[in-house]
């Protein structure tokens, strides 16, 4: 394993990152299958493990499994959804924060946890609200580094700016989604991710189940999602895989090697997050591990989607209030006239 640095914390990652919102036994795995997968990632050499106080109780299974080999991983959550119907059980407040990292320690049977990252943006809260928050934390151990995810570039920004100016610790870390068929990203999260050092922890890079070949074009499929998501039905993005099939058996590759080893290539991206759900599925991503792609492929994929392009949205995108409130784009009827 070939690992990398996570930003400027100096901590060293795994390129393939776990991700564990499967593991909630709402998903269907007992804790004990759950607990030989992770054990499996770690025998491979994949040292990070994400997961977040809203994937049900997916942190309890995580802390159950890393009994003992706690040391060996860098453990990743995630606060700000809701957890509950109080609505302060949610968002980045410092009320808020401080019970929650509390109640993560306790799920996850650790005294710190490696790098806490804010799960979506919070645009009721004042960023020096959160960064005040986290930055005790950090002073008082529970946490080692912070980060974001999902957040616009002007956010990354002006929490460095507020960061600086106010002498706070600043996120190391971004988590976006990512993939052959969402490389918006590519336009300003990865420059401005690099610009300030940060590493990025990108989601999704087998498109959600698209890219994996199980989900093609007027043909059917096993996949359970493919009939709840708009993002698995999207024309575009299918014929856009239909292109990308033909390209991965020239290469001799399966689809989720290619889509892999896209992912990773970028400078800019640190780890790619896995999200399996059974030991098949997570053998057979680790069989391409020590996969390069060459520049004749990469040129490839960049004709079939441009560099900066996303293919449709995903469902799980995060949308800022300027694009999700309509009374934030439209005047008052009044006002919408030249004259």
Request: glycine residues 8%; hydrophobic residues 40%.
């Amino acid at each position: 394993m070939q690992y990398r640095t996570l930003g400027r914390t100096g901590i060293q990652v795994s390129p393939y990152a776990l991700g564990t919102l499967m593991f909630a036994t709402a998903m269907g795995n007992t804790p004990q299958d759950s607990a030989r997968i992770i054990h499996r990632a770690l025998e491979a050499g994949i040292n990070f493990l994400d997961t977040a106080d809203a994937y049900g109780d997916s942190e309890d299974v995580l802390g159950k499994a890393l009994e003992g080999r706690r040391d060996d991983v860098v453990l990743a959550t995630k606060f700000s959804r809701p957890t509950g119907q109080d609505p302060n059980h949610q968002g980045a407040s410092r009320r808020w924060i401080v019970t929650a990292v509390e109640n993560s320690l306790r799920r996850l049977r650790t005294d710190r946890i490696d790098l806490y990252q804010l799960h979506r943006p919070d645009p009721r809260t004042d960023i020096e609200e959160t960064l005040s928050a986290l930055t005790d934390l950090i002073r008082a151990g529970k946490i080692r580094a912070i980060g974001t995810s999902q957040a616009p570039a002007s956010d990354i920004v002006e929490a460095q700016w507020v960061a600086e100016r106010r002498g706070l610790a600043r996120f190391h870390t971004e988590q976006p989604a990512y993939s052959i068929l969402n490389r918006g990203i590519e336009r300003e999260i990865l420059p401005t991710i690099q610009r300030f050092g940060m590493g990025a922890l990108v989601w999704g890079p087998l498109g959600q189940g698209l890219l994996t070949g199980r989900v093609r074009k007027n043909q059917g499929n096993d996949l359970r999602r493919a009939g709840l998501f708009q993002h698995l039905n999207d024309e575009r993005r299918l014929d856009a895989v239909e292109k990308l099939v033909p390209l991965a058996a020239e290469a001799g590759l399966p689809m989720t090697h290619l889509a892999m080893a896209f992912t990773i290539a970028h400078p800019g991206v640190t780890s790619a997050l896995i999200g399996v759900r059974t030991m098949d599925h997570l053998d057979s991503l680790l069989t391409g591990l020590d996969l390069t792609l060459t520049d004749d492929i990469l040129d490839r994929i960049d004709e079939i989607v441009p560099p900066g392009t996303d293919i449709g949205a995903l469902d799980q995108a995060y949308q800022p209030p300027a694009l999700a409130t309509p009374s934030l784009r439209r005047r008052l009827p009044a006002a919408r006239g030249a004259a």
